[in-house]
C-alpha cells in the first residue's frame, strides 16, 4: 500500500488548503483530525483488512503450539470529486476597494461548504443513493448484528426516530483513514477563471468573475475494531440531562465502554458528537464533579473538553435524526 511518512498528516496539513486570501482555511474538526495517505489507483485505494486476529497458545512444557496467522480480506474503497461554482457580478468587484479581499471574502463560504459536503459524505454517505459518491461509516456499522461491524455498535436505548450517535474513531494508517486518488492534487482546491460573461436563466448575460472548489477524497476503514458507534441515543430525552430527573442515555458509562471496545487505543482517537449530544455530556459530566472530563489542548491549537483523555469534537453533521440501529 501507497504510503506517506509515519509522521501524522491530516487534510488540513497541506499546503494547498487555503482561502483565497492565503490564510489557513478552517475546514471541519474531523478533517483536521484524519489521517490522510495517497490512493493507488485511479480514484481508488486497494490495500486490506483486517478479518481476522492470529491463534494464541499457552503453551507447557514438552507441548506444542498452533500455528497461525491474522487474516487479511482484500479492501477497494473508492474517492469522490467534490466541487462547487462560485460567480460574483463584476461589478460588485470592481466597485471595492480591495478587489481581491472582496472576492475572498465571498468565497470563504466555500470553504465551510466543501468541509461540510465531504463530513457528511463521511457518516452518511451512501453509493445507492448517490452513485458519485462513496459509503460513509453508517453503511458498515449500521446494526448490532452485521459480521465484524456489529461488534462495536453500542445501542443506548432509544427506540423512535430522533436519535443520535457519537462515534469514537481511533485514526492512523493502519487503522482508519483519509486518501486521495493516485496522481491527483492532495486537499482543497481553488482556482481563479478571472473575468467571464455569465449566462443567467432568463436568457441574458452578466460580466462576472468565476471560481471553482475542487476536493477529492475518500475513506478507508483498514480496521474496524478501531471504530465504535454509539447509537440509538433519543435526542428528545438529552433535555433533561444534569437534572435530579435526567431520563436520557448514560453517556458517560457508554463512552466508556466505547473506549474500553477499541484494542491499543491510540493518542489520535477522538469521540464526533452533534452540538445537541455534546451539551448533554457536559451537562453529566460537570454535574457529578466529574474528574475525567477535562480541556485538552491539541495540536492544531483547538482547546476541546476530553473525557479519559479522548478530545469530544463537535460534528454538526451529527445534529440529524437517526431511525431506530438495531
Same mark, same amino acid.
Given at each position: 500500500?501507497?504510503?506517506?511518512?509515519?509522521? *501524522?498528516?491530516?487534510?488540513?496539513?497541506?499546503?494547498?488548503?487555503? +482561502?483565497?486570501?492565503?490564510?489557513?482555511?478552517?475546514?471541519? +474538526?474531523?478533517?483536521?483530525?484524519?489521517?490522510?495517505?495517497?490512493?493507488?489507483?485511479?480514484?481508488?485505494?486497494?490495500?486490506?483488512?483486517?478479518?481476522?486476529?492470529?491463534?494464541?497458545?499457552?503453551?507447557?512444557?514438552?507441548?506444542?503450539?498452533?500455528?497461525?496467522?491474522?487474516?487479511?480480506?482484500?479492501?477497494?474503497?473508492?474517492?469522490?470529486?467534490?466541487?462547487?461554482?462560485? =460567480?460574483?457580478?463584476?461589478?460588485?468587484?470592481?466597485?471595492?476597494?480591495?478587489?481581491?479581499?472582496?472576492?475572498?471574502?465571498?468565497?470563504?463560504?466555500?470553504?465551510?461548504?466543501?468541509? %461540510?459536503?465531504?463530513?457528511?459524505?463521511?457518516?452518511?454517505?451512501?453509493?445507492?443513493?448517490?452513485?458519485?459518491?462513496?459509503?460513509?461509516?453508517?453503511?458498515?456499522?449500521?446494526?448490532?448484528?452485521?459480521?465484524?461491524?456489529?461488534?462495536?455498535?453500542?445501542?443506548?436505548?432509544?427506540?423512535?426516530?430522533?436519535?443520535?450517535?457519537?462515534?469514537?474513531?481511533?485514526?492512523?494508517?493502519?487503522?482508519?483513514?483519509?486518501?486521495?486518488?493516485?496522481?491527483?492534487? =492532495?486537499?482543497?482546491?481553488? %482556482?481563479?477563471?478571472?473575468?467571464?460573461?455569465?449566462?443567467?436563466?432568463?436568457?441574458?448575460?452578466?460580466?462576472?468573475?468565476?471560481?471553482?472548489?475542487?476536493? *477529492?477524497?475518500?475513506?478507508?476503514?483498514?480496521?474496524?475494531?478501531?471504530?465504535? *458507534?454509539?447509537?440509538?441515543?433519543?435526542?428528545?430525552?438529552?433535555?433533561?440531562?444534569?437534572?435530579?430527573?435526567?431520563?436520557?442515555?448514560?453517556?458517560?458509562?457508554?463512552?466508556?465502554?466505547?473506549?474500553?471496545?477499541?484494542?491499543?487505543?491510540?493518542?489520535?482517537?477522538?469521540?464526533?458528537?452533534?452540538? %445537541?449530544?455534546?451539551?448533554?455530556? =457536559?451537562? %453529566?459530566?460537570?454535574?457529578?464533579?466529574?474528574?475525567?472530563?477535562?480541556?485538552?489542548?491539541?495540536?492544531?491549537?483547538?482547546?476541546?473538553?476530553?473525557?479519559?483523555?479522548?478530545?469530544?469534537?463537535?460534528?454538526?453533521?451529527?445534529?440529524?435524526?437517526?431511525?431506530?440501529?438495531?
Amino acid at each position: 500500500m501507497a504510503t506517506l511518512s509515519s509522521e *501524522r498528516v491530516t487534510w488540513k496539513d497541506y499546503a494547498s488548503q487555503k +482561502d483565497p486570501d492565503g490564510k489557513a482555511a478552517k475546514i471541519i +474538526d474531523i478533517l483536521d483530525d484524519m489521517f490522510v495517505i495517497p490512493g493507488n489507483k485511479e480514484y481508488g485505494l486497494q490495500t486490506t483488512q483486517l478479518a481476522s486476529d492470529p491463534v494464541v497458545t499457552i503453551r507447557g512444557v514438552n507441548e506444542g503450539m498452533t500455528s497461525s496467522h491474522a487474516s487479511f480480506k482484500n479492501l477497494q474503497v473508492n474517492a469522490s470529486l467534490f466541487t462547487a461554482l462560485g =460567480v460574483v457580478d463584476k461589478e460588485l468587484v470592481d466597485a471595492a476597494d480591495d478587489k481581491m479581499g472582496f472576492r475572498a471574502n465571498v468565497n470563504k463560504p466555500f470553504i465551510g461548504a466543501m468541509g %461540510k459536503k465531504l463530513a457528511n459524505q463521511l457518516f452518511k454517505g451512501s453509493k445507492s443513493s448517490d452513485a458519485q459518491g462513496f459509503n460513509g461509516l453508517e453503511q458498515f456499522y449500521k446494526a448490532t448484528t452485521t459480521k465484524y461491524y456489529g461488534d462495536y455498535v453500542l445501542a443506548a436505548g432509544g427506540t423512535g426516530t430522533d436519535n443520535r450517535s457519537i462515534w469514537l474513531i481511533d485514526w492512523g494508517e493502519d487503522s482508519v483513514c483519509g486518501f486521495y486518488p493516485k496522481n491527483t492534487e =492532495v486537499g482543497l482546491q481553488h %482556482k481563479d477563471y478571472g473575468e467571464e460573461l455569465i449566462k443567467l436563466d432568463d436568457g441574458k448575460f452578466m460580466p462576472a468573475y468565476r471560481d471553482m472548489w475542487e476536493w *477529492r477524497a475518500g475513506i478507508a476503514v483498514r480496521n474496524y475494531k478501531k471504530i465504535v *458507534r454509539i447509537a440509538n441515543i433519543d435526542a428528545s430525552a438529552l433535555s433533561t440531562a444534569g437534572q435530579t430527573t435526567d431520563g436520557s442515555a448514560d453517556l458517560l458509562n457508554l463512552m466508556i465502554e466505547a473506549i474500553e471496545s477499541i484494542p491499543n487505543i491510540s493518542p489520535r482517537a477522538r469521540f464526533y458528537c452533534g452540538r %445537541k449530544v455534546k451539551t448533554a455530556f =457536559v451537562k %453529566k459530566a460537570i454535574g457529578k464533579s466529574n474528574a475525567f472530563l477535562t480541556m485538552e489542548n491539541l495540536t492544531n491549537g483547538k482547546i476541546t473538553p476530553a473525557f479519559l483523555g479522548v478530545p469530544i469534537r463537535l460534528c454538526e453533521v451529527l445534529d440529524a435524526d437517526e431511525t431506530l440501529v438495531s
